[in-house]
């Protein structure tokens, strides 16, 4: 018989987590789920944990693979899904009981192409903080597009791009092939949604919290990440602003939020360089120029740092951003003394 919900929960050397994120989901009084897990190529105990609570319920389906990212496992559980809805849990959270009773007596009211609502984060030294989203009810997907940008970049809780807060359609998923980019190791669940969005025709927010975000354990959930790649964050804001613009909504406050942002992760290509070398000053210079949003950002800058960087940028000055960039780290330096 076909599950109505797949649960899709990627697990990377979690067996310090793995047995409760199961027990939560398994204690649930709705019971018309399937739980996707898929093993990342775990080096410590999980897959032996999950193996011995998978004997028991057959609800769960368990894959172990070689470790190849998140964003691989999470694409592998995508095409292992047979539910009519998919959820993403992480192998480290929890959910509280009633929680997808919750969701699903939503969805069972009513009907959309996308359900969102809060989560809990829990941080380590036990304390938590509740995450709401500003919008409640039903939105077409255009006045949703128009109105979650502000809380995406002002508030920076990350609501609409975070993995564990929503409820998708898998025949939308399926018929435009939407799957995480497997080459972003930030952001990737972000990049995945305004995906997803192009595709929606409406969205309903509502209140639940009942998912615990445990804060303070990314770096066990896949390969680390020895370097940011500012110019993949460039790229998803752009998706994000062109994304509004084919929508029909971008507002000029939108605009300036998200040039705002694109503005800021320029300049944190040089600020965060290293090593700081003209090879990697001229790199930066060809990406950044060849992004017309990147220039059109630099309207907006106001410190008079900000604008001696800018135009060192527009002008290709690569020998004035390598002496700007050393003397920056400097007083930086100095700073901390």
Same mark, same amino acid.
């Given at each position: 018989?076909?599950?109505?919900?797949?649960?899709?929960?990627?697990?990377?050397?979690?067996?310090?987590?793995?047995?409760?994120?199961?027990?939560?989901?398994?204690?649930?009084?709705?019971?018309?789920?399937?739980?996707?897990?898929?093993?990342?190529?775990?080096?410590?105990?999980?897959?032996?944990?999950?193996?011995?609570?998978?004997?028991?319920?057959?609800?769960?389906?368990?894959?172990?693979?070689?470790?190849?990212?998140?964003?691989?496992?999470?694409?592998?559980?995508?095409?292992?899904?047979?539910?009519?809805?998919?959820?993403?849990?992480?192998?480290?959270?929890?959910?509280?009981?009633?929680?997808?009773?919750?969701?699903?007596?939503?969805?069972?009211?009513?009907?959309?192409?996308?359900?969102?609502?809060?989560?809990?984060?829990?941080?380590?030294?036990?304390?938590?903080?509740?995450?709401?989203?500003?919008?409640?009810?039903?939105?077409?997907?255009?006045?949703?597009?128009?109105?979650?940008?502000?809380?995406?970049?002002?508030?920076?809780?990350?609501?609409?791009?975070?993995?564990?807060?929503?409820?998708?359609?898998?025949?939308?998923?399926?018929?435009?092939?939407?799957?995480?980019?497997?080459?972003?190791?930030?952001?990737?669940?972000?990049?995945?949604?305004?995906?997803?969005?192009?595709?929606?025709?409406?969205?309903?927010?509502?209140?639940?919290?009942?998912?615990?975000?445990?804060?303070?354990?990314?770096?066990?959930?896949?390969?680390?990440?020895?370097?940011?790649?500012?110019?993949?964050?460039?790229?998803?804001?752009?998706?994000?602003?062109?994304? %509004? /613009?084919?929508? @029909?909504?971008?507002? =000029? &406050?939108? !605009?300036?939020? $998200?040039?705002?942002? +694109?503005?800021?992760?320029?300049?944190?290509?040089?600020?965060?360089?290293?090593?700081?070398?003209?090879?990697?000053?001229?790199?930066?210079?060809?990406?950044?120029?060849?992004?017309?949003?990147? %220039? /059109?950002?630099? @309207?907006?800058?106001? =410190? &008079?740092? !900000?604008?001696? $960087?800018?135009?060192? +940028?527009?002008?290709?000055?690569?020998?004035?951003?390598?002496?700007?960039?050393?003397?920056?780290?400097?007083?930086?330096?100095?700073?901390?003394?």
């Amino acid at each position: 018989m076909t599950p109505t919900l797949s649960i899709i929960i990627p697990v990377y050397n979690k067996e310090q987590y793995i047995v409760r994120c199961l027990s939560s989901i398994l204690e649930q009084s709705y019971s018309d789920f399937e739980i996707i897990v898929i093993n990342d190529g775990s080096k410590d105990f999980s897959g032996s944990l999950i193996e011995g609570i998978a004997r028991y319920e057959k609800r769960i389906h368990y894959y172990k693979f070689e470790n190849a990212g998140v964003s691989v496992a999470r694409n592998r559980g995508i095409a292992l899904a047979k539910g009519t809805y998919i959820m993403f849990i992480d192998a480290d959270d929890w959910i509280d009981k009633g929680y997808l009773k919750n969701i699903m007596n939503k969805v069972e009211k009513s009907s959309a192409d996308l359900y969102i609502w809060g989560i809990t984060k829990d941080f380590e030294d036990r304390t938590h903080r509740v995450w709401l989203p500003y919008m409640c009810g039903y939105y077409s997907v255009i006045d949703f597009l128009r109105n979650f940008i502000q809380e995406q970049y002002e508030s920076h809780r990350g609501l609409y791009g975070y993995i564990s807060n929503k409820l998708l359609k898998r025949d939308i998923v399926e018929k435009w092939n939407i799957r995480f980019k497997e080459t972003l190791k930030l952001m990737e669940d972000y990049d995945f949604f305004l995906t997803y969005y192009e595709y929606c025709k409406d969205v309903i927010l509502f209140d639940e919290i009942g998912y615990h975000y445990v804060a303070g354990t990314e770096f066990s959930s896949g390969k680390r990440i020895k370097k940011t790649d500012f110019i993949s964050i460039i790229d998803i804001h752009r998706k994000c602003l062109n994304l %509004l /613009k084919n929508k @029909n909504a971008l507002t =000029s &406050q939108n !605009e300036n939020m $998200l040039l705002s942002a +694109i503005k800021n992760i320029a300049f944190a290509v040089f600020w965060e360089m290293t090593p700081i070398c003209r090879k990697e000053i001229k790199e930066a210079l060809k990406n950044l120029l060849s992004r017309p949003e990147v %220039l /059109k950002s630099f @309207n907006e800058t106001n =410190s &008079q740092k !900000e604008k001696l $960087l800018a135009k060192m +940028i527009t002008q290709k000055n690569e020998w004035g951003l390598f002496w700007f960039t050393h003397c920056w780290r400097i007083y930086l330096k100095l700073r901390r003394l």
